[in-house]
């Protein structure tokens, strides 16, 4: 059975910190390149980071650069999303997706997590 499943979401005071993880089961993460996204109340999803699946190039949205971190532990089969310096514009929900081609933030993704909720607020 396919899974993505996020986790490392909560509520968290502007300046903080916090690192989602993406644990996929029923298929090898190495194929895959993993993306992050975000959806905020009333808001359109918008695509946060990507990390190939090859090279291991990382892409970031304008808003996050030099405050998100993305990696993967193939090995663990799993992604992460570290975040620093957290904002309250932050908040939303986060998802992890993966597909089996190049980072893009449009288009068709092959597998969604159902995702994990942060919240930024003091």
């Known amino acids: 059975q396919v899974q993505l499943v996020e986790s490392g979401g909560g509520l968290v005071q502007p300046g903080g910190s916090l690192r989602l993880s993406c644990a996929a089961s029923?298929?090898?993460?190495?194929?895959?390149?993993i993306g992050w996204f975000r959806q905020a109340p009333g808001k359109e999803r918008e695509g946060v980071s990507c990390?190939?699946?090859?090279?291991?190039?990382?892409y970031y949205a304008d808003f996050v650069k030099g405050r998100f971190t993305i990696s993967r532990d193939n090995a663990k089969n799993t992604g992460y999303l570290q975040m620093n310096s957290l904002k309250p514009e932050d908040t939303a929900v986060y998802y992890c997706?993966?597909?089996?081609?190049?980072?893009?933030?449009?288009?068709?993704?092959?597998?969604w997590g159902i995702g994990t909720l942060v919240t930024v607020s003091s």
């Open positions: 990390i190939s699946r090859s090279d291991g190039s990382t």
């Open positions: 029923g298929f090898t993460l190495d194929d895959y390149a």
């Open positions: 997706a993966v597909v089996e081609g190049l980072c893009k933030w449009t288009g068709v993704w092959d597998y």
